[in-house]
């Protein structure tokens, strides 16, 4: 398995966010992770980043147990992700953005005297280019659309060279053409790269995942095909459950 | 042939105003390291001794905006560092040599220490935490130059240090003591510079902008900030064995907080993580200091306060907001 998952429990206070989760993801799969708001999706990402420790329970990547190791090491080892609300770097523009994750992971050094980026920015440059930023690079991050930093954090994670990629919800905010181009770039996905998204938009994510898993109130409802997700009563329950919550809360 | 030789002005032509601009700042610096050099030459030598002390403040403001401006460390004890350099090129001054590399190297290594032993749980810290802890460093350690007599001469101060000497001469003449201040200065200046143009500089900005990210990147971001603490400390403790070769006196004063303060007012002044505007902003503060200050009864911090509010109010980027409006009108956030 590219990514397990074994008993990760993570709670505040009396609300356990994520109860007892047990996940696996095959070697280059497109893998969705779907289920209602408050389901406990972030969370369940961040404690397999690293970004939040966990509870209990255990991550292994390939085949290596990185429970204890952190969010850096853990990066360093081919993770990489978007965060759910883009947050990105105030004072910079686009291309120095990406370069940021390009220089960590690329190999040049980081050195505390100035040298030639040239390559670095190319690279840079190229993902911008790769999500549908070109001729975007130079413009502050801050007067980028919603869609455009969301588009840009997918491109910094590209950066990061990832053998696992997790993006959370990253079409969220995304106009229909931003939406289809990320299509695009997740169908281009080298093969090679793990791909694992939280995303709402269920069409995207039956166009997108080979495999998905429903989390609901912090628990795993149910993992299959998309065929059979969709199938699913008890996920039809979870999603209607919600909704009838919604409309009680906004009644 | 001709026709070649006419396309390629045309080609270079666009590129043209954007190599000048990008020329110009370099001119720029190039000419004022010239004046600055030369200002010994027709300034009297009270005003030499005035820009020799603003050459001092303006390299420990701009080791202080290195971690304010650039990292966003926001340290209200920094002039521990720059005492503790002063003091020790002091003491090495009488008691072992004033020969030139010597004082400034161990007020270097001094300075470097200093913050090694307190940066690592500091930079650990972040918001008002990391305010208190650096403001109780300043405070411990301007105690210990109270209370440790023997080595710092306590209240009163390191007294009675030998002149900075080259090669065996003694710089007593103000305008060569001036010379001496300028050229390590610029080095200093120049070293953080390119610290903060290099990829390392790209990462600190990048903490300093959004930590949890880098970390996500990862960046692991307490080594860096550890590693910038001890080099703004060096800087710092660089330019304390610059003040002693000019006071040839060190007091608890000079590692007070209010030395601090004077010099986050100077970066304040100049534009956080703008270093030429840290250099303006800390002239401004020696010159309302120590030549309005003695016209107005000694309430040269009061005027400092003052212009601290005015710098707040009405230019929020500082001297640095000044020569270059922002362009990006579509600012959202
Ligand atoms: N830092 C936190 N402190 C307290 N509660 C939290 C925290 N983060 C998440 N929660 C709670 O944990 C639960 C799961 O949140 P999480 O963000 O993981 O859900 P999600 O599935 O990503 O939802 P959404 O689809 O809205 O993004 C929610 O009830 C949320 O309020
Ligand atoms: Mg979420």
Same mark, same amino acid.
């Given at each position: 398995?590219?990514?397990? =998952? ?22 280059? !799969? ?11 999706? =972030? ?29 850096? !090491? ?33 190999? =040049? ?9 040239? !390559? ?59 939406? !289809? ?50 199938? =699913? ?19 | ?18 190599? #000048? ?12 390291? #010239? ?286 907001? #000044? ?11």
């Amino acid at each position: 398995m590219a990514l397990r =998952s074994t008993g990760l429990r993570r709670s505040f206070g009396a609300l356990a966010a994520v109860d007892g989760v047990d996940l696996a993801v095959a070697p280059g !799969a497109r893998h969705a992770l779907i289920g209602p708001n408050g389901a406990g999706k =972030s969370t369940l990402f961040k404690l397999v980043t690293g970004t939040m420790r966990a509870d209990a329970g255990t991550v292994e990547l390939g085949d290596r147990d990185v429970t204890g190791l952190s969010e850096v !090491a853990r990066c360093r080892l081919g993770m990489s992700q978007t965060m759910q609300h883009a947050s990105l770097f105030g004072s910079m523009t686009a291309t120095e953005t990406v370069a940021l994750a390009v220089q960590r992971h690329d190999g =040049s050094r980081i050195t505390p005297w100035p040298r030639r980026q040239r !390559a670095v920015r190319e690279r840079a440059e190229e993902l911008l280019a790769g999500v549908g930023l070109a001729g975007r690079g130079s413009t502050p991050v801050p007067s980028l659309s919603h869609g455009e930093r969301k588009q840009l954090e997918v491109a910094v994670a590209l950066a990061c060279k990832p053998s696992l990629l997790l993006l959370d919800e990253p079409a969220a905010g995304m106009s229909a053409a931003e939406r !289809a181009r990320l299509v695009e770039v997740l169908a281009e996905l080298p093969a090679d790269i793990t791909l694992l998204i939280v995303e709402h938009d269920l069409d995207l994510v039956f166009s997108v995942a080979d495999a998905v898993t429903v989390l609901h109130l912090g628990r795993v409802l149910l993992s299959g095909t998309p065929d059979e997700v969709r199938a =699913s009563e008890d996920v039809r329950e979870a999603y209607l459950g919600a909704k009838r919550r919604e409309e009680l809360f906004l009644g | 042939m001709t026709a070649v030789q006419t396309r390629i002005p045309v080609a270079d032509a666009p590129a043209e105003p954007n190599r #000048l601009r990008r020329g110009l700042p370099r001119i720029v610096a190039v000419a004022v390291v #010239l004046v600055l050099a030369a200002a010994p030459l027709f300034l009297a030598p009270f005003a030499t001794t005035t820009l020799t002390r603003i050459v001092v403040f303006a390299l420990f403001a701009v080791s202080l905006d290195l971690l304010v401006g650039i990292t966003g460390l926001p340290s209200l004890g920094h002039a521990a560092y720059f005492g503790a350099g002063a003091y020790a090129a002091g003491w090495v001054s009488i008691n072992v040599t004033a020969e030139a590399p010597v004082p400034l190297l161990v007020g270097a290594a001094t300075g470097a220490v200093a913050a090694a032993l307190t940066g690592w749980i500091t930079v650990r810290t972040g918001g008002v935490f990391f305010l208190m802890l650096t403001l109780a460093i300043g405070e411990t350690v301007q105690q210990l130059a109270n209370t440790w007599e023997d080595a710092t001469g306590g209240a009163n101060g390191l007294t009675g240090v030998p002149s900075v000497r080259l090669a065996g001469e003694p710089l007593v003449n103000a305008g060569y003591l001036y010379w001496y201040v300028l050229a390590i200065g610029v080095v200093g200046f120049a070293l953080v510079w390119l610290v903060a143009r290099s990829p390392w500089g790209a990462a600190l900005r990048g903490i300093r902008d959004n930590e949890p990210r880098m970390r996500a990147l990862g960046y692991p971001t307490a080594v860096y900030k550890y590693a910038v603490f001890v080099l703004a400390g060096s800087v710092a403790g660089v330019a304390g064995s610059l003040l002693v070769a000019q006071q040839r006196l060190v007091t608890p004063a000079d590692l007070s907080f209010l030395t601090s303060s004077f010099a986050l007012l100077a970066v304040v002044i100049g534009g956080a993580g703008s270093l030429w505007g840290a250099c303006l902003g800390a002239a401004v503060v020696v010159l309302v200091r120590e030549t309005l200050g003695a016209s107005l009864d000694g309430h040269g911090p009061l005027v400092l306060g003052l212009v601290f509010v005015l710098v707040v109010y009405l230019l929020p980027r500082g001297a640095a907001g #000044l020569r270059w409006p922002r362009r990006d009108k579509g600012r959202s956030t």
